[in-house]
């Protein structure tokens, strides 16, 4: 019994000590040094500017180099990119995550190969404090032979006080039997 006492004693101690240390814990600098592109202004001030750099970023007729630093500018360091697709017998779906850099190392080289171009049709917001929740449905193009396709992109963004991060996006594509909804499935003009 005094065995189990002490362990207790030692665990509750070690709550306590974690709970008072957390504050010091959240300056604390990680071991792990990422360097990150300063942003435009007008693509981190508002919703509008960080959501048309988002798109901005990655479109571009074939052979065009992309801006990746710009691009690495709006998420946070940690941030994962992820895709919902569905698997070759098309009764189950995975999902595909990656880092920033993960995915323009994946996917870059494709999109100049292709000249990939993707705008934004709708868009609808929820916010609470400094979290904003955004779905944006778009429309691709590949230019190379013309192959168009939609989709919802889901993205949990803050603000710091000063500008807008993307902590995550999440996407899925639209196929025969996952259509966009009519809200999403119509153009919200140039914006």
């Excluded at 323009?104 to 709708?122: C, D, Q």
Aim: aromatic share 8%; proline share 4%; with cysteine.
């Amino acid at each position: 019994m005094k065995h189990l006492l002490f362990a207790f004693a030692c665990a509750s101690a070690s709550i306590s000590c974690f709970a008072a240390d957390a504050p010091q814990m959240l300056n604390q600098v990680s071991p792990v040094s990422v360097a990150q592109p300063a942003a435009r202004a007008s693509d981190v001030q508002t919703v509008d500017g960080i959501m048309g750099a988002l798109y901005e970023v990655i479109s571009g007729g074939i052979g065009e180099q992309r801006n990746w630093n710009r691009m690495r500018s709006l998420f946070i360091p940690e941030a994962r990119i992820m895709a919902i697709f569905p698997k070759k017998d098309n009764k189950e779906y995975g999902l595909r995550i990656l880092s920033v850099s993960d995915y323009i190392a994946n996917s870059g080289p494709r999109l100049m190969e292709v000249g990939f171009r993707e705008k934004e049709l709708a868009r609808k917001t929820e916010q609470w404090g400094e979290m904003l929740q955004v779905m944006s449905s778009y429309e691709t193009v590949e230019e190379k032979d013309n192959v168009k396709r939609r989709g919802i992109n889901s993205l949990q963004l803050m603000y710091d006080g000063t500008r807008w991060w993307i902590i995550s996006l999440l996407f899925e594509a639209e196929r025969p039997q996952l259509l966009l909804p009519e809200s999403f499935a119509s153009s919200m003009g140039s914006r």
